[in-house]
Structures are given as C-alpha cells and as structure tokens.
C-alpha cells in the first residue's frame, strides 16, 4: 500500500476539521447568535389602529368642486335689450360653508341706436341705463345645478325690475343655463328670463 504524503495527510486533516467545525460547531454559534437577538414579532392585523375613511363632502361642497369658478354670458333679450351677465360662485368664507354667488349685469337698450320715432329722447338715457346692478346670493345645491336667492342689491335696475332669484341649470360640457326672477314691486312680478352662460375661469 502505497504510503500518504505529508502534503495529502496535511489536506485530509484540513478536510476533517471542516467537517467537524460544520457539523458541530457551526449550529452552537448560530444558536447563541439567534439568542443574542431575538426576532421581533410582527404586529397582529387586529392591533393594527383602522385607517379612518376620509370625511364625507357636504352637497355645498359637492356643489362648488363642480360648478365653482366665474360664468358669462351675453344675448339680446326679449325686450330687444343686450344684456350680459357674470356670476362668480364659491363657498363662503365662514363656517357651515355655503354656496355663494356673486352677480353683476349690464344692458344695452338697443333700440335708441337704431332710429326712429322718440329715439333721439332715448340715447340721452343710455348712459344712466346702462349702469351695471349687482346681487350677493346664496345657493342651495340641486340635482343638476343650484338654485339662488337674494341676500343684497347693489344698483337700480334701468327697468325697475329687481332681481329676486336664480336659478342655474347644467346645460352640457362647460356650460349653464341661468334663469331669473325678478319684481318691480312685491305684487309687480317681472318676465322671466333666460340666458346661455359659459365658463371663463374655473
């Protein structure tokens, strides 16, 4: 039998030794590294605190994320008078918010500037008559838009009619249909109008 080299006997005691540091050793010092640092347990689901849903928006609210920003709008009325309107619609300042609308008309009567009979009389009114009235209005949100009435007036219509209510009507993308009540006297109520507005700013 052929005899081992010194360098043969030397690389089987290496091997040995491995073999006993892996089999005996080695999980003694991963037992003692494991009991120097335990796991940290993960919270159960049930002591977890529930995320609280957020808070429900009122129809206010509702409301003027849909339909907030300034209106226009401009047509020939029925009385042969140009008219143009702007609202600007936002919640209120102070608490429970509300819907507020803020609105300001200008007509032009237009039948002085086309002649005729008694119009030169008319032009020298046009100034007066065309002075814009406003109205502060609190809304009250409605299945497909808001309905308005009137807190304040600011400025005497040309017509004597005072505007005491309006209503605004979703009427396609971008757009509303406004219509509004007004009287000449508390018994003295006034046609309605209407009038196409379109978004300007949102």
């Avoid at 037992?31 to 689901?45: E, G, I, R, V």
Wanted: hydrophobic share 35%; net charge positive; glycine share 8%.
């Amino acid at each position: 039998m052929k005899q081992l080299t010194d360098k043969q006997k030397k690389a089987i005691w290496i091997v040995a030794g491995v073999l006993l540091f892996a089999h005996f050793i080695l999980p003694r010092v991963i037992n003692l590294f494991h009991d120097s640092h335990p796991a940290q347990a993960k919270p159960s689901a049930a002591h977890l605190a529930p995320v609280p849903p957020p808070p429900a928006l009122s129809p206010e609210e509702v409301a003027a994320n849909k339909y907030g920003g300034i209106w226009q709008g401009n047509e020939l009325m029925p009385d042969q008078d140009r008219c143009a309107i702007k609202i600007e619609i936002r919640l209120s300042d102070d608490l429970p918010r509300r819907l507020k609308g803020f609105e300001s008309k200008t007509c032009m009567p237009v039948q002085p500037l086309f002649g005729g009979k008694g119009a030169r009389g008319r032009v020298a009114d046009v100034i007066r008559e065309t002075a814009p009235v406003s109205a502060v209005l609190t809304g009250t949100s409605t299945s497909d838009g808001i309905r308005f009435t009137v807190d304040s007036l600011i400025g005497t219509p040309y017509d004597g009619c005072n505007l005491t209510g309006m209503t605004l009507t979703a009427f396609g993308q971008g757009k509303m249909q406004a219509q509004w009540q007004s009287q000449s006297s508390p018994q003295t109520p006034c046609p309605d109008n209407r009038m196409l507005l379109s978004k300007v700013r949102g």
